[in-house]
Every structure is written in structure tokens, then in C-alpha cells.
């Protein structure tokens, strides 16, 4: 079935419709650039037709982007030059674009074209707002719910399709760098006098008004006009060269380093800009390619928006389970983590119990919410009919009795294993029998927290990241009894709250506690070794962490860090392995030294809590070792110590879907996100030199870098994790 379809008007006007039929919401793809380019020629070859408008024949979007499998198949094609295949395969569009752009006129007079113009009904990502750019004038409609922008960033390209090198020209390099670096996506109304022209009722109506009335000057782009200057100044103007010099420093500061594309977005700016708009698309398409032929772009693509997506639309949903969209949540403590999830459940419309000891911790629970709303409300986000929406939807109460309609618990209380058993049994005496339990708790078995159900088929974990409200992800657990509906509810509810899942089976700190507190303990390790801790920060930092680990652990308490350690000593008796990491956090603890909670902790802090400089207290306990080890070595520490975790997480049967454990990393805890997770680095890196990279940290540094079996028989037979784990997702 057609992609874009053709029809011409009495009027004169011919309409370019862009209707995918097997998605809800458009993609470009080889057949769509196809038809699109034949409609094009043929209304332009067409001497009845005095304009056209490129519109969509879907009620609420223009489109959502690129197809990634186009990419993947340009590569394909090309054989043994899979970079002269992407390059000759992006030229091509650029050369489409250029057609619409130019439209037909006169390439020295610039008279004689004919006026295209963009309806979008709304949303318009990626090429769904690149094609718009090329085209003279766009018309949005006034849609609340729709989203302009240019994100490929966030995944790991860039605008490669002449979005980077006309937004440039169009709003300057200052002008354009929020849409371009940041990936940032406005509302029609943010959006008018930067992305798009008109924002109106009708933009079918207004566009087909438009190039009915429009002049030969009105189609010529400003970078094609004569005396044209590029706002803000381009690099050797003297306000440009500033501009381009804080642009990179910007772009270093934020990244460190550790991100390709936007360092060769950079450079595709800064290139094109020197030279005249045609050749700066070839610079666009050069650094578009280079991107693309980096392993970490695929990674990132393959893991922040295949995989991601896949698992958001239920990807390892148990099959043969009805719908199970939870209608009426209740949550079982009103601390910051229960607060946190009535608010993102009353957000998605669902209607919450939010239960505490007495109403006075019930309410300031609920508190939450309206200061959360009244924030929204200040930075224009939210109105204050919305808010009242939104916490008549939440009854804060200590009565139990008022979970008896509940289709789903989430028991949020202390870490306790007897309160949280105490709390199971009363609950679950007065809710419906059908009715999903589930525990927020971050590190206690759910298996054992299910014996104290009378139901443990219908106990489950769900497992959120604080703060509720802004972290992506959520870990539901498995425990050995519960049940497929259990598992279902748990990934409907977050599907329902606009989170993205994974699940995993049941054991000790589940998976993404089981990678990040080696993380941490790792540059504990290091700092009682010598090794200078803003060494160690900044050695994560240009790994693309977004905090090191002596940074994080202050931000999540040092005290906790103890609490956790004395429990898995204590649960693993003999087995644990003790190091002098411990009785540095034992020492800090008893200095009173607990964090940014307490102003004091690996660094200093001022009385408003702002940190400081790291603490030298920690050298005279420790002291700095004169000579300090290799940048690398430390990132291989830090690196090697989660990737191991998560092999021996997937090789134990804790972890069932290796696009779980990479989409987990990245949004659970910052995981390297241009590496697209642990999986996707030692796939990057290589098996063997993983596995030989093993046997040397383990000499060096002690048994906890032992290559897993797994990782070695994968060495051994040249494979690769996505290779064996996951073919289905390997060509993204």
C-alpha cells in the first residue's frame, strides 16, 4: 500500500499525503522517499498545478522519524563499503529536500518555482520536521498535545538529513543549538518563529490559502538569496567565532568527551558554515556517515530507541494474559517513595489510596503532589485546574478499609522484613481476592516477603527509582512462585505511568543494585589504595556517567552504604569477601560523615548544602599514593565491575533478555549511555579482549574480576552477546 499519495485539485493545489498504513504515527522509509520524490516531480512537472502542500493522514501527527532499518539496509546494500552506502544513501535525500526547496526555479533568477508548504495536524520529529524545514512555509495546528523538535541526539546521531545545516542557517548557531544539542522538543506555540511559521485552526486550509498567494520571493530560502548572512555571525565574524568557542566548551563541558555525535555535530556546524549551503550538506552527510559507522551510535540507537520502545509495548508481556489496566492503586506508606508513586500514578488518571500510620503522614504524603503541581504551575507546565484534577484523584487516609476496590498494592513501607510481613497480612485480609500485591522494596528477596501471603502467585515486586516522579525506569521482580496475571498487572501499571520495565527474577539486590553497588564499592577500594578520588570521578565522568561514584555516594548516604554492607555480610556468612572498602565507610559513619544529607561526607558542603571541594580528611587516613595508576586502569575498574555483574546476572538466569539488562543500565543508574549498556560495551569491545582484560584486572586486583564462565566460552567461539541473545535486535 501507497506511503504518499498524490491528488490534484480544481484549485490547483496538489495535495501530498503521508499516511503509513501499518503505524500509528508516520516513518519515513525507502518506499516512502520513493513515492514522496514521484509526487514531487510529477507536481512539479505538471503545468496545472501552481502549489503544493505535504500533509499527513494522521489526525494528530505529521511523523516520528526516520525508519532505523533504512539506515541499517543502506549499509547492507553497500557490501564491503558500508560508509559509502550510508553517504550515497543520505546525498539522496539531501538532493530530495533540495528538489522541494528549490521547487522548480530558475537556479540564477531564482523565479519560476512553484510554493510548497507543510500541514502538520501536530507531533513532527526527526526528518518528520526536516522535510517541513526544507519547505517555504509551514502551518501547525493549534495542537496542546503536540511536539517539535529535532531529539536524534538523544539517541546517538544527529540531524542527518539537513535538519542540522538549514536550523543553523535559519536561526544561528546560539539560536539553534537547544534543538540541536539537547534534542529539545517545544509545543506548537514555542515552536512558531524558530521551527515552524503559522500556528492555526486549520493548516490544511491555510497552507493551500498560502501558495495560492504567494510570490516568487516568498519561496526563496534566505541561504539561497543574494547578501545572505547567517544570524549571530558565522565562525570568522567576530561574534560568531565567540559563539563557536563557547559552543564547543559547552559541548566538552557536558559530554567530557565520552559521546561522538555531538562532537561531529559540532563540526558539521562549524564546517558548513564556512562554506556555500550545497557543499555544507555534503559536510552534513560526511559527519552524518562517520556517526553512523561508530559502534557506539548503533548501540545507542539499538538500546534507547528499538529496545526501549519494544520493551514499553510489552516485549516479554506474558502471552495469553488479558488486559489488566489497573483502575484503582493503593499505596502502602506515604514516605518520599510512596508520595513519589501515587503522584506518577494519579498523573496517568489512575485513582490512588495513598495509606500511612495517621492522617498526618497520609496528608503530607499526598503534600507532595500539590507542591510537585504548584511547581508546574509556576514554570507554566500545569494549570491550576489540573492540579486539582490531579489530587482529587489521591485520598490520603490511615483506614485500610479504603483499599477494598483496589486492583493492584504497592506496599512502599520501612525495609523490615516483620513490618513488611505485618502489613501483607492485614492488607490482603481486606482487599479482593484478585487483587495484585506487589513490594517497592529495593534489596529484600520477594520470595521470602511472598510466604507471608496467602496468595504468592499474585505477589510480585515493583521496584522504583527515586525520585518516583523522574526516573525512567522500573524493575519488576519475579519471585519463585508468582504468577504470569501478576507479571502482566505489574507491566500494565508501568506501561500506564509512562515508565519503561524490565523484568527480572528473583535475588539478592535483583539487577541494577546488583551492578551499581560494585560500582561504588570499587572507588571505595580505590580511595584506601591512594588513588585520588577526583581521579576516580573524573575517570566516570569520561566514561558518561553522569556522577562519579565518590560523588554518588554521598548523594545516596553513606550510612546506607553501611546498612547494606552489614545485611549482605550477614546473609552471606562466610562467603563475603571483606575489604578494607568497609572500614572506611564504618569510619565515615562514625564521623558523622554520612553525605549530602549531613553537609559532610567525601566532600565538604557549605550550610546550604551546595557541595564543595572533596574532603582532605580522607588523605589522612588514606593517603594519596605517589604515583597515581593509568586513567584507563581506573575506568576498567569502575567499567569491568558492573559488565561482570551483569554477564553473571544473565549467566544465573537473573536477567532473561539482554535488551532488559542494556536498557536497564542506561535508565536505571546512568550506565555509559553512549556504550548502550553493559551487553552493547563488551560487544563493542570485544569478547576476547574482555575476557583477556580479566584474567590481568583478576592478578592485579583479586577474584571479584574472575571471567565468568559465559563470557569465556563466548571469547573462546568469537561471539557476541547480541549475536547469541538477541538476533532479533542485532541490525539496530
Known sequence: MAEFTLTKGDDGVAIITWDVPDKSMNVMRLQGLQELEASIDDALADDAVKGIVITSGKPDSFAGGMDLTLLAKMKEDAGDNPAQGLFDGIMQMHALLRKIERAGMDPKTLKGGKPIAAALPGTAAGIGLELPLACHRTFCANNPKAKLGLPEILVGIFPGAGGTTRLVRKLGAMGASSFLLEGKMVSPDKAKGQLIDEVVEDPLAAAKEWVLNATDADIVKPWDAKGYKMPGGAPYHPAGFMTFVGANAMVHGKTKGAFPAPKALLSAVYEGALVPFDT??????????????????????????????ALEKGAVRPEGVADQTVKKVGVLGAGMMGAGIALVSAQAGIEVVLVDRDQAAADKGKAYSETFMDKGIKRGKATPEKKEALLSRITATPDLDQLKGCDLIIEAVFEDPAVKAEMTKKVEAIIPEDCIFASNTSTLPITSLATASVRPEQFIGIHFFSPVERMLLVEIIKGNATGDRAVAKALDYVRQIRKTPIVVNDARFFYANRCIIPYGNEATRMITEGVAPWLIDHAAEQLGFPVGPVQLGDETSIDLAVKIMKATKAAMGNAYPDSEADNLIVW????????????????????????????????????????????????????????????????EGVVEDIREGDVGAILGWGFAPWSGGPFSWLDIIGAEYAAARCDELEAKFGERFKCPALLREMAEKGQSFYERFAPQAQAA
Open 588 to 651: 565515615m559513619e562514625e564521623q558523622g560523615r554520612l553525605g549530602r544529607k549531613s553537609k559532610a561526607g567525601y566532600f565538604n558542603y557549605d550550610e546550604k548544602g551546595k557541595r564543595q571541594d572533596y574532603w582532605k580528611g580522607l588523605q589522612e587516613k588514606y593517603p594519596l599514593a605517589d604515583e597515581q595508576p593509568d586513567l584507563i586502569e581506573v575506568q576498567h575498574r569502575l567499567m569491568f565491575a558492573q559488565v561482570l555483574e551483569a554477564v553473571r546476572a544473565l549467566e
Open 280 to 309: 555544507a550538506l555534503k559536510i552534513e552527510a560526511r559527519w552524518f556517515t562517520s556517526v553512523l559507522m561508530n559502534p557506539s551510535s548503533g548501540a545507542m540507537m539499538r538500546s534507547l530507541f528499538v529496545n526501549k520502545e
